[in-house]
């Protein structure tokens, strides 16, 4: 884990660490109870994740995204149309494709990827920062905006509704960019959304009334009380001790497990060094190789074990999910 994590604002020293014995065997918990296990459904969100790097080095990020960080290379656009040909092959084909980093507009592939996506019917969703690397390719988004209208959505992530605590997490001069990228995304019509973070001990009806009245403030045409334009992810220490989830665990709970991220989303990913791209189970795990699947979609239709405190603690028991919908 990123060795800065304790000091970011949105992480609260863990009262008790992870018990060593869980999430070590696939098909059983350290109790002897079977795994919960996800099967895909359908896939409705093909994700991308374009490269690790980053202009940003935040605290708390999951996947460690920094300037320095290519342990995900970036993936071509000819990589991309290949996985694009395969899904909208797929019956029924995707809704969605996300694109995710690091910062994707750090690759120089993005827009002929985002381009591709839209004029094969999808929808596309970016996830940025809205800084710098974005702001580079204005003319592009304007053009892809232009042509393709609401079904381009790009999430921008905007970690608080109050600058101390997102210059906490991003650094210095890391809201006034974002915020006025934020702004000329708004100016010109984009489709908006935002993701945020609620601080600790902060209730999510509290956090969501100020983001409105940020949102008001700058004029930004996203409902705070919308969850998919608001989106307010819960924080993820995988050092925090959790429960593991069990096949009894959905009746308990009162869940399903079609609610879970993995029943309806893979992510493509390209390792630094790898010959070619390979599919993950979701967003959360690029590392893992426990939970890759295989080098294409078809390979990649298997159940997924929910073998990671991160299943627990983002999916099921914070009933949260990185896709639009």
Known sequence: MNQLLRLSPFVVEAPRPLDPAKFRDPAITARGEPRARVALEALRTLWFNTGTLCNLTCLNCYIESSPRNDALAYLSLAEVEAFLDEATALDPPPVEIGFTGGEPFMNRDILPMLDAALSRGFQALVLTNAMRPMRRFEAGLLALNARHGSRLTLRVSLDHHG??????????????????????LARNGF???????????????????????????????????????????????????????????????????????????????????????????????????????????????????????????????????????
């Open 163 to 184: 600058r101390a605590l997102h210059e906490a997490e991003r650094g210095p001069r890391s809201w006034k960019p974002a915020i006025d990228g934020l702004a000329w």
């Open 191 to 325: 489709s908006l959304a935002i993701a945020g973070r609620s601080a600790p001990g902060e209730r999510e009806e509290t956090a969501r009334a100020a983001y409105d009245e940020l949102f008001r403030g700058l004029d930004l045409p996203v409902d705070a009380f919308d969850p998919g334009r608001l989106v307010l992810f819960p924080e993820m220490d995988a050092r925090v001790d959790v429960p593991e989830i069990t096949e009894a665990c959905w009746g308990i709970l009162g869940k399903r497990p079609t609610e879970v991220m993995c029943a309806s989303s893979r992510m493509v990913v390209r390792r630094k060094g790898a010959a070619a791209p390979t599919v993950v189970a979701c967003t959360l795990l690029p590392y893992d190789p426990a939970f890759e699947l295989g080098p294409t979609l078809r390979h990649a239709a298997g159940a997924v074990a929910l073998n990671h405190p991160h299943c627990a603690t983002f999916c099921v028991l914070g009933g949260a999910s990185c896709s639009a919908g």
